[in-house]
């Protein structure tokens, strides 16, 4: 959950050090540090706080000379947000300093062993123990060293390695945490994101689980866990830096909701051809489907509420039974799951960690695998046996806005696919869905465009607690809507299932208490609007979301948010575009980091 990066050449370390963690600081962090080679010794300096803070005590890189070094950006786990805990650590002699992300598991009984023999630790980290064992294992040979440090490991980590040996060689170290090489020209970079790199390179190697690397201006060497040297493909960077800044919004969360029109024709437009769906890079036959007993979708956060909005479109259109799984429940469930079994793995980054290991669990079993993932070459990718990509672009600010359209629409697109191939609908019917899905990126403008009024009622609603109902496929729109006020607004937002409130929840409605009501599921109108008149009884103020021309809603709610009519199973993807602009507004009212929210980290590569 934070971020490392390195660099060797010919230029001074510590600005581009910054600059790569400046890259990185939507990913979460509470600390920063960097550590520079110069003159045969490590000159590390970090700070508590924010990388500006770093910054200003170095100068911008200028005080710390030297032309190979590492950064980081830490979130905390073990050991508080403090100076001293702060990385880069360096090794008892001085040789060694080490940048870490992940969690080192058996790092308690390492730590006693090292104290054992005679090694100090300045501070509470899991990561100090890798420093020390380094020193350790270390007699003038720093790949056996490096190899023999990451064979005592348990965990998780990407390791960013310098020694003053070496004095323009950086060491990197991969398992089960991201962690890419960037390929220049007379200089070589590592980071864990390649958003940290697409400024100076977009040639990059990705690295694999159980490979480690050696970097030098001149060359990068990877090598396998025995010391075998690899081969690796060189992969080309396809966006621009340009893509990872605000372009003139005020936040980029912002900026990423008004690229939803954009970032869904992206998902689409290579996958319809001739009015027919063809998803890249794997055919399954109708043969191969009717196999499938029912599918399961497991994901975290705002995936795991896609795959909510997404399960009915599959089972309406596939007629195959889905379940929807938190990867961190799956992974322990003991999961029926059999060579019957289709599971669909949602990660933006790809390298979700209980996503990840729910992936691995299902697979053990039988299970076929389809990653949907924003990532090329994320771990996701490469274990998945099928992968569609969201083809969202860099997605900075923390909570998810163009990663959760893009992967409802994704699963849009596969529910289409498979219900061809079942033959579970007409050509007539077919068609019409086909054309509705292309109508998509247009209406989501038309959404962002009708609906001018959200910062009036982002101050109106945004009180400290929020209930959202809905029910169906507006219950799960409510799921992610209340999630985005949580997570940037810090208010409290419940969402629940509309059918529900008479069995408990409606105790808990008060006067004036704010309701976000979703209804956008004409089907169901009535129902829904039975729950409002009953919120209303008892002195709630509703703001109702729906389809406009809904005369029924606007008799009944206080204020309404429209979107523009669509077909019912694919109304999600509008749906949550106002819910995303009211918690921003909300946010913005209220003065908080609303691309880095607290507590909150892009990428949670830890359990």
């Given at each position: 959950?934070?971020?490392i990066v390195g660099?060797t050449g010919?230029?001074?370390?510590?600005p581009?050090l910054?600059?790569?963690?400046?890259?990185?600081?939507?990913?979460?962090?509470?600390?920063?540090?960097?550590?520079v080679?110069?003159?045969?010794?490590?000159?590390?300096e970090?700070?508590?706080g924010?990388?500006?803070?770093?910054?200003e005590?170095?100068?911008?890189?200028?005080?710390?000379?030297?032309?190979?070094?590492i950064?980081?950006?830490?979130?905390?786990t073990?050991?508080?947000?403090?100076?001293?805990n702060a990385?880069?650590?360096?090794?008892?002699?001085g040789?060694?300093?080490?940048?870490?992300?992940?969690?080192?598991?058996?790092?308690?009984?390492?730590?006693?062993e090292?104290?054992?023999?005679?090694?100090?630790?300045?501070?509470?980290?899991?990561t100090?123990?890798?420093?020390?064992l380094?020193?350790?294992y270390?007699d003038?040979?720093i790949?056996?060293?490096?190899?023999?440090?990451a064979?005592?490991?348990?965990?998780?980590?990407?390791?960013?390695?310098?020694?003053t040996?070496?004095?323009d060689?950086?060491?990197?170290?991969?398992?089960?945490?991201?962690?890419?090489?960037?390929?220049?020209?007379?200089?070589n970079y590592?980071?864990?994101?390649?958003?940290?790199?697409?400024?100076?390179?977009k040639n990059?190697?990705y690295?694999?689980?159980?490979?480690?690397?050696?970097l030098?201006?001149?060359?990068?060497?990877?090598?396998?866990?025995?010391?075998?040297?690899?081969?690796?493909?060189?992969?080309?960077?396809?966006?621009s830096?340009?893509?990872a800044e605000?372009?003139?919004?005020?936040?980029?969360m912002?900026?990423?909701?008004?690229?939803?029109p954009?970032?869904?024709?992206a998902?689409?437009?290579?996958?319809?051809?001739?009015?027919?769906?063809?998803?890249?890079?794997?055919?399954?036959?109708?043969?191969?489907?009717?196999?499938?007993?029912?599918?399961?979708?497991t994901?975290?956060?705002?995936?795991?509420y896609?795959?909510?909005?997404?399960?009915?479109?599959?089972?309406?259109l596939?007629?195959?039974?889905?379940?929807?799984e938190?990867?961190?429940?799956?992974?322990?469930?003991?999961?029926?799951?059999?060579?019957?079994?289709?599971?669909?793995?949602?990660s933006?980054s790809g390298?979700?960690?209980?996503?990840?290991?729910?992936l691995?669990e299902?697979?053990?079993?039988?299970?076929?695998?389809?990653g949907?993932?924003?990532?090329?070459?994320?771990t996701?990718?490469?274990?998945?046996?099928?992968?569609?990509?969201?083809f969202?672009?860099?997605?900075?600010a923390?909570a998810t806005?163009?990663?959760?359209?893009?992967?409802?629409?994704?699963?849009?697109?596969?529910?289409l696919?498979?219900?061809?191939?079942?033959?579970?609908?007409?050509?007539?019917?077919?068609?019409?869905?086909v054309?509705e899905?292309q109508?998509?990126?247009?209406?989501?403008?038309?959404?962002?465009?009708?609906?001018?009024?959200?910062?009036?009622?982002?101050?109106r609603?945004?009180?400290q607690?929020?209930?959202?109902?809905?029910?169906?496929?507006?219950y799960a729109?409510?799921l992610?809507?209340?999630l985005?006020?949580?997570?940037i607004s810090?208010?409290?937002a419940e969402?629940?299932a509309?059918g529900?409130l008479k069995?408990g929840?409606?105790?808990?409605?008060?006067e004036?208490?704010?309701?976000?009501?979703?209804c956008?599921?004409?089907?169901?109108?009535?129902k829904?609007?039975?729950?409002i008149?009953?919120?209303?009884?008892?002195?709630?103020k509703?703001?109702?979301?729906?389809?406009?021309?809904?005369?029924?809603?606007?008799?009944?709610?206080?204020?309404v948010i429209?979107?523009?009519r669509?077909?019912t199973?694919?109304?999600?993807?509008?749906a949550v575009?106002?819910?995303?602009?009211?918690?921003?507004y909300?946010?913005?009212?209220?003065?908080?980091?609303?691309?880095?929210?607290?507590?909150?980290?892009?990428s949670?590569?830890?359990?």
């Amino acid at each position: 959950m934070c971020g490392i990066v390195g660099f060797t050449g010919k230029l001074a370390a510590a600005p581009v050090l910054l600059q790569g963690l400046e890259r990185l600081e939507y990913r979460g962090y509470d600390s920063a540090g960097i550590a520079v080679l110069d003159n045969g010794a490590i000159r590390v300096e970090k700070v508590s706080g924010r990388i500006a803070k770093l910054c200003e005590k170095t100068g911008n890189g200028a005080l710390v000379p030297g032309a190979a070094g590492i950064g980081h950006t830490r979130w905390a786990t073990h050991g508080a947000p403090t100076d001293q805990n702060a990385h880069p650590h360096l090794s008892n002699d001085g040789r060694f300093a080490v940048v870490h992300n992940g969690i080192i598991e058996n790092y308690l009984e390492l730590r006693k062993e090292l104290i054992r023999d005679g090694y100090t630790f300045q501070s509470e980290t899991d990561t100090e123990t890798i420093v020390h064992l380094l020193e350790h294992y270390y007699d003038g040979d720093i790949k056996a060293a490096v190899m023999k440090t990451a064979a005592r490991l348990e965990g998780s980590y990407a390791l960013g390695i310098v020694c003053t040996d070496t004095p323009d060689a950086l060491y990197v170290v991969r398992e089960a945490s991201p962690l890419i090489l960037g390929v220049g020209v007379g200089e070589n970079y590592f980071a864990s994101d390649v958003t940290a790199l697409v400024s100076h390179t977009k040639n990059v190697i990705y690295m694999e689980d159980g490979e480690f690397a050696r970097l030098t201006p001149g060359a990068i060497t990877v090598y396998d866990c025995t010391g075998r040297e690899l081969q690796k493909p060189i992969s080309r960077v396809t966006w621009s830096v340009e893509a990872a800044e605000k372009g003139g919004y005020e936040h980029f969360m912002l900026k990423e909701i008004m690229e939803q029109p954009a970032a869904v024709k992206a998902a689409l437009a290579p996958r319809i051809h001739d009015g027919k769906v063809q998803l890249d890079g794997f055919e399954l036959t109708g043969e191969q489907l009717r196999d499938i007993h029912k599918i399961i979708i497991t994901a975290c956060g705002s995936a795991y509420y896609a795959g909510c909005s997404g399960r009915y479109a599959i089972e309406r259109l596939c007629r195959i039974p889905v379940e929807v799984e938190l990867a961190s429940e799956l992974r322990y469930a003991d999961p029926m799951v059999d060579e019957h079994t289709l599971v669909l793995v949602i990660s933006q980054s790809g390298e979700t960690a209980d996503t990840i290991a729910a992936l691995r669990e299902c697979k053990s079993r039988g299970a076929k695998v389809i990653g949907i993932v924003n990532v090329v070459g994320s771990t996701i990718a490469k274990l998945s046996d099928h992968v569609l990509y969201t083809f969202a672009g860099p997605e900075i600010a923390v909570a998810t806005t163009k990663g959760y359209t893009t992967q409802l629409t994704v699963l849009y697109l596969f529910a289409l696919y498979a219900a061809g191939k079942l033959g579970r609908m007409d050509a007539d019917r077919y068609a019409a869905l086909v054309r509705e899905l292309q109508h998509l990126p247009r209406r989501i403008q038309q959404t962002i465009d009708m609906n001018w009024q959200l910062p009036a009622l982002a101050s109106r609603y945004a009180s400290q607690s929020l209930f959202f109902i809905g029910r169906n496929t507006d219950y799960a729109v409510a799921l992610e809507g209340a999630l985005k006020m949580k997570e940037i607004s810090y208010l409290h937002a419940e969402s629940y299932a509309a059918g529900e409130l008479k069995h408990g929840t409606i105790a808990l409605i008060e006067e004036n208490q704010p309701v976000i009501a979703v209804c956008c599921n004409e089907s169901l109108m009535d129902k829904t609007l039975s729950n409002i008149v009953e919120v209303k009884a008892r002195g709630a103020k509703v703001l109702a979301l729906s389809f406009k021309g809904n005369k029924k809603i606007v008799s009944q709610a206080d204020d309404v948010i429209f979107i523009p009519r669509i077909e019912t199973i694919f109304s999600a993807c509008l749906a949550v575009v106002p819910l995303q602009l009211l918690a921003y507004y909300a946010a913005k009212g209220r003065g908080c980091d609303i691309d880095k929210p607290k507590n909150l980290a892009k990428s949670v590569t830890v359990e």
